[in-house]
């Protein structure tokens, strides 16, 4: 009997997405119009995704009990973290080790969830994450510690981060301060640290090449896909506009309003890879035009 093959999808060439979550699925607490289509595209064709965030404030659940108010339904898998990355990586470099945390809920639990304890004195480390705890108490007892040897870590190094009400300061300004009063630097796990995207990619299961970063801001998930060789879309949808691009020496290979938009390129393929192999070097399939200099914009 001859056997039945199904007309499945077949996925040609493999693919996946690294999905930057402020500015792209979401702005403060507005869903941003049709990102909730777009990831339900990827779950029903299986084709793989993280979606990253540096914000360690959060843990997995609640991002994802976040994104399901905006109609966006994900499971905790889905959800990658600056603080889970932060935590794992603490945990590689000294396993059992012990932090003093000026963060919250996300970071401890992941710190937690990676045989960290957290303690008030002499500390292997000093983990600085994003949060509304920040005071100058903290900051004096984290100072001491690190002219005790305790080493600075940060989950992120965001100058600011945009809110319903305009912007405020990111963990990059708190880690400043420290910086600044204990004349050291911290090292920095997430995007557009390696640490943090090879860590996420490596979630997918997928090899760089077939490994497409989608964000909203240039110096984070632009940047970072770009060093590790990633693809990159960037989204007009949060902090970036087209005219922002000139002042960067670097570029995202396909610039889309929204990830509406690319839905609808990645709809002309098929949900297929969208990247072409052409004399070596990626290039966007046919029927999407691909960015040259500023001119980004898809048609
Ligand atoms: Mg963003």
Not at 81 to 93: C, I, K
Not at 196 to 212: H, I, P, Q, V, Y
Request: glycine share 10%; net charge negative; with cysteine.
């Amino acid at each position: 009997m001859t056997p039945f093959f199904p007309l499945l999808e077949r996925q040609d060439v493999r693919h996946g997405y690294l999905i930057d979550m402020d500015g792209v699925l979401y702005r403060g607490s507005e869903l941003i119009p049709g990102a909730n289509d777009f990831i339900e595209q990827l779950r029903a064709r299986s084709i793989p995704f993280r979606l990253l965030t540096n914000n360690s404030q959060r843990t997995r659940r609640d991002v994802v009990a976040k994104l399901s108010r905006l109609g966006i339904d994900v499971e905790e898998e889905h959800v990658f973290t600056s603080a889970m990355a932060t935590a794992r990586f603490l945990a590689q470099q000294k396993p059992g080790g012990t932090a003093f945390v000026i963060g919250e809920g996300g970071l401890l639990t992941a710190l937690h969830q990676n045989g960290y304890a957290v303690v008030d004195h002499d500390p292997d480390y000093v983990v600085v994450g994003e949060g509304r705890t920040f005071n100058l108490e903290l900051v004096e007892a984290a100072v001491r510690m690190i002219l005790r040897g305790a080493k600075l870590i940060a989950t992120n190094l965001d100058p600011n981060c945009p809110t319903n009400h305009g912007l405020r300061p990111g963990c990059g300004a708190m880690v400043a301060m420290l910086e600044s009063a204990a004349a050291v630097k911290a090292f920095s796990v997430g995007k557009p640290s390696p640490v943090m995207m090879r860590a996420a990619r490596k979630e997918l299961g997928l090899s760089t090449d077939e490994t497409t970063i989608i964000g909203d801001t240039m110096e984070t998930d632009i940047l970072g896909g770009v060093q590790l060789g990633f693809h990159t879309v960037l989204v007009l949808s949060g902090g970036t506009s087209q005219e922002d691009l000139q002042r960067y020496t670097f570029g995202p290979e396909v610039v889309v309003d929204s990830l509406a938009e690319f839905s609808v390129v990645l709809e002309k393929k098929n949900w297929q890879s969208p990247w072409r192999e052409a004399n070596g070097r990626a290039r966007v399939g046919e029927g999407v035009s691909l960015h040259h200099a500023h001119q980004a914009v898809l048609a």
